[in-house]
């Protein structure tokens, strides 16, 4: 087993930790207390690629693999997990999706705007009424022979309002249940297209997280993606790959929130020592230290395997589920580590432990995971042996 990262991978991770340092932090609290959406900082994350990081060269993207993508995406959420939030989208559920399962023409019509973050792209899943149980879209397209007829609401829509395509799930023939349901490509200029107002959050407070509601949308038929009833299983394959992406999410709000907790435990003094030396916070210390580790051989686990094309599904569910869940105690720790100083915003954890928490939420909750994770054990798709590379069974 290989621990030790690539020259490439090490500068993918020191250019995102770069530009999360100096183009990031400056602002960020202001962005999250104002809801302001950072424009200017995902126009930069666009010119950098880190937008459409794993999109082919062919298209305008970088060409990476999902480990290069999880190493950005860790250190960039370790400063704005609103900017990488919209990072996610982008590269796991709609640029991903779209090369993978997308016809040549929808490739190279929007693959481009999207690599460069000249547009960005929203998932269009959750609805009022389906949120973990997706199976049950009420968002319809009837079809019309040359078009569907796109008709319906969806929620929770991160980078609903700033994006100019949308991946909309909706259901064309409700007898068939989830086999009847197909993936839409909906530009958002078309007429029927309206944005509800910006829903204001515990965390990620700048990202744009709206209602999107479909009147009469005329959808031509070459905008589907895959066969027709293929939407379900689109977005279920979709999404085990982007658990990936919000699990290094979960890594980079904990290794923030430890990194600034040690810091600062290095610097305070009671008791005339720092309090780094009294084994109070030591230990916590010590348990984050290997919590994150941990964390990280699940998320890093999770990506190699997507990217040896084997089974991921079990991985990415286990390492979204654990990851999450040590962002969620250690941001809490990072707070109780700065005392009072914690509790301000002037200090950024406070802030970390607010954006942990919809990592437990969103891209499938921690429910969710438990159940897709105990359908492999019965399955006995986990534990695999690997030799020479490879993962017996798989």
Request: glycine share 10%; net charge negative; hydrophobic share 40%.
């Amino acid at each position: 087993m290989f621990f030790n990262l690539s020259e490439e991978h090490l500068a993918v991770k020191e250019a995102a930790r770069e530009f999360a340092q100096k183009e990031l932090k400056p602002g960020v609290i202001e962005r999250d207390s104002k809801m302001e959406y950072p424009y200017e900082q995902v126009k930069k994350m666009g010119e950098l690629g880190f937008l459409g990081m794993m999109i082919s060269p062919e298209y305008g993207g970088g060409g990476m693999d999902t480990l290069a993508y999880v190493l950005a995406m860790e250190e960039i959420s370790k400063v704005d997990n609103s900017c990488s939030v919209i990072m996610s989208v982008n590269n796991s559920l709609v640029c991903w999706g779209l090369e993978e399962y997308g016809t040549a023409e929808q490739k190279a019509k929007y693959l481009p705007k999207l690599a460069t973050g000249e547009w960005i792209g929203a998932f269009c899943l959750s609805e009022p009424e389906a949120g973990s149980d997706a199976t049950h879209q009420r968002t319809t397209a009837v079809d019309m022979g040359d078009h569907y007829l796109l008709n319906g609401t969806k929620n929770w829509i991160t980078n609903g309002g700033s994006s100019k395509l949308h991946l909309v799930m909706a259901q064309t023939n409700p007898e068939l249940g989830s086999k009847g349901i197909n993936c839409l490509i909906v530009e958002t200029s078309s007429p029927g297209v309206s944005i509800g107002a910006k829903e204001d959050k515990l965390g990620i407070r700048s990202s744009d997280t709206h209602t999107i509601m479909y009147s009469d949308v005329k959808v031509p038929k070459e905008n589907r993606i895959g066969p027709d009833g293929f939407g379900f299983k689109f977005a279920m394959k979709t999404l085990a790959g982007g658990r990936i992406g919000i699990a290094s999410q979960a890594l980079g709000i904990a290794g923030g929130a430890y990194e600034l907790a040690a810091d600062y435990a290095k610097q305070r003094e009671t008791f005339g020592k720092p309090i780094i030396n009294h084994q109070a916070i030591a230990f916590k210390l010590a348990d984050m230290a290997t919590d994150i580790e941990a964390a990280k051989m699940m998320v890093y686990r999770a990506a190699w395997l997507k990217d040896q094309g084997l089974d991921y599904n079990g991985a990415s569910a286990m390492a979204k589920l654990y990851a999450s869940d040590v962002a969620m105690r250690h941001t809490v720790e990072a707070v109780q580590i700065h005392g009072g100083y914690g509790f301000v915003k002037e200090y950024h954890v406070e802030r970390l432990m607010r954006d942990a928490k919809i990592t437990q939420i969103y891209e499938g909750t921690s429910e969710v995971q438990k159940i897709v994770i105990s359908r492999e054990v019965m399955n006995g798709n986990l534990y695999l042996p690997v030799v020479g590379g490879v993962e017996v069974g798989a």
